[in-house]
């Protein structure tokens, strides 16, 4: 395959270069910095004409193709700027179930910058296993009522709206029981309890509760009962790193630890070795994702996969980050840390695993 720019792509990478090599200081790249930060930096991306690449031009996109996402995460890492704000997911699950009315309401603000989004899918007792989420919503004239508890919200503390899942049937089974709603964060009865991670970032995640928080009824993503087809549409993109685009980072720290190896003089460790394998394996492996969604294939089940890869690679530059300079690198340290809520975060490794096994190899699961 030949993964050389166009003529059209490689004058965009020039743009875009020139504007990082202005801008991309301005911003860190993590910690709590970067999550404090990471609403000025949706908005500078989006003013210089570098977010909503593949999205429609009549919510304030770009209509390009997705080959053009690929080559901004790659700049991005090169240029060690923030990764590019991950709401393509939530994109996609509106632009696939809501209503022509609901995307015109909000799709605009959530690519343009002006509202920012946080999902609330995940419960302290339903993560992996999404369909026994205990949070109900009851509908109330022309509003539903919504009471239970999220965790693993990211941006919950800053965002403006979420998109929220909800039993509004408990008499049917678990699946089809559930809808989806697009729930304001600045109300009463919305309580918002940070979370702190081991690798000492504070701003990322957070638990929301929601205690008699209200919501339109013309909210409503779908109609009552979408919202499991809502949910997989959401965490399908979600797990595909193909749109994550991280497996340029992952490569661009696997060169930084073998310099640094090699400037150390010693053996190189067999665990950076692993890593780079692992992290061409990736890069091939989005390439091959990327030409297929250029010939219009969808991915379903196939989103459990790439998140198993994703996974194992990054644990893999984890431990080649913790092998090449134990812990007296701080930044590599928390790059291992960090890499082992990956196994769990986007749903767990076993859970894929079940997926794949059901789903795509069409194996017995029970």
């Known amino acids: 395959m030949d993964f050389r720019d166009s003529p059209e792509e490689a004058a965009f990478r020039a743009r875009l270069r020139a504007w990082l090599a202005e801008h991309a200081g301005e911003f860190k790249a993590s910690g709590d910095d970067y999550w404090h930060q990471a609403g000025r930096w949706h908005t500078a991306l989006y003013e210089g004409g570098f977010f909503g690449l593949s999205w429609p031009k009549r919510f304030g996109g770009h209509d390009l193709a997705p080959v053009y996402d690929v080559i901004l995460d790659e700049e991005l890492a090169i240029a060690g700027a923030p990764p590019r704000p991950s709401l393509g997911y939530l994109a996609h699950g509106l632009g696939r179930h809501a209503s022509e009315e609901v995307q015109q309401r909000f799709l605009p603000g959530m690519i343009n910058g002006t509202e920012r989004w946080c999902q609330g899918f995940s419960e302290p007792g339903a993560g992996s296993d999404l369909a026994s989420l205990t949070t109900r919503a009851e509908l109330d004239g022309d509003e539903y009522v919504i009471h239970g508890h999220k965790i693993w919200t990211s941006y919950s503390d800053v965002a403006d709206l979420c998109l929220v899942l909800a039993r509004t049937d408990p008499d049917v089974p678990r699946h089809k ?175 894929q695993k079940n997926i794949i096994a059901g789903r795509i190899l069409g194996l017995p699961t029970s």
């Open 177 to 351: 029981g559930v809808s989806g709603f697009i729930v304001s964060m600045h109300q009463p009865g919305v309580e918002q309890r940070p979370l702190k991670m081991i690798n000492g970032v504070s701003a990322e995640f957070g638990q929301v509760v929601f205690d008699g928080a209200r919501v339109p009824a013309a909210n409503m993503v779908g109609k009552p009962g979408d919202g499991w087809k809502l949910a997989m549409t959401v965490v399908g993109h979600e797990r595909e790193p193909s749109t994550l685009g991280f497996s340029a980072r992952y490569g661009k720290l696997v060169r930084s630890l073998a310099q640094t190896a090699d400037a150390a003089g010693g053996k190189v460790p067999d665990d950076l070795r692993w890593a780079a394998v692992q992290a061409e394996m990736l890069r091939l492996h989005v390439r091959r994702r990327l030409s297929e969604q250029l010939d219009g294939v969808t991915h379903t089940s196939d989103g459990s996969l790439d998140k198993l890869l994703m996974t194992w690679v990054e644990q893999s530059v984890g431990h080649a980050a913790l092998a090449v300079t134990g812990t007296r690198d701080r930044e590599n340290l928390e790059a291992y840390l960090y890499s082992r809520a990956q196994s769990v975060m986007g749903g767990t490794s076993q859970i």
